[in-house]
């Protein structure tokens, strides 16, 4: 399984959308500050939204899809419509 993901730091107010094998590893090197690009906003990435996908394949286009919606508004629909525990 993998996991297609969204986080929020509200230190920077930025949203970061990404995908991998291992989530839980994955948010402890974003807020250990290990990832270059949400290194600003460690140690406060927070997940608001999670798709579990079969493969890593279908993992990368559907990040790259959300990725190229390049809106704000829509990251925060899919936040807010999508039910997430």
Known sequence: ??????IYSDI??????GSCKDLELRIKHHNLSLT?????????????YVETLENRSEALKREILIKKKKSRKY????????PFE
Request: aromatic share 22%; hydrophobic share 35%; glycine share 6%.
């Open 75 to 82: 990251i925060c629909w899919l936040i807010n419509n999508t």
């Open 36 to 48: 270059p690009s949400t290194k600003g906003g460690a140690p406060n990435w927070i997940i608001k």
């Open 1 to 6: 399984m993998y996991y297609v993901y969204i």
């Open 12 to 17: 920077t107010d930025r949203y970061y959308i």
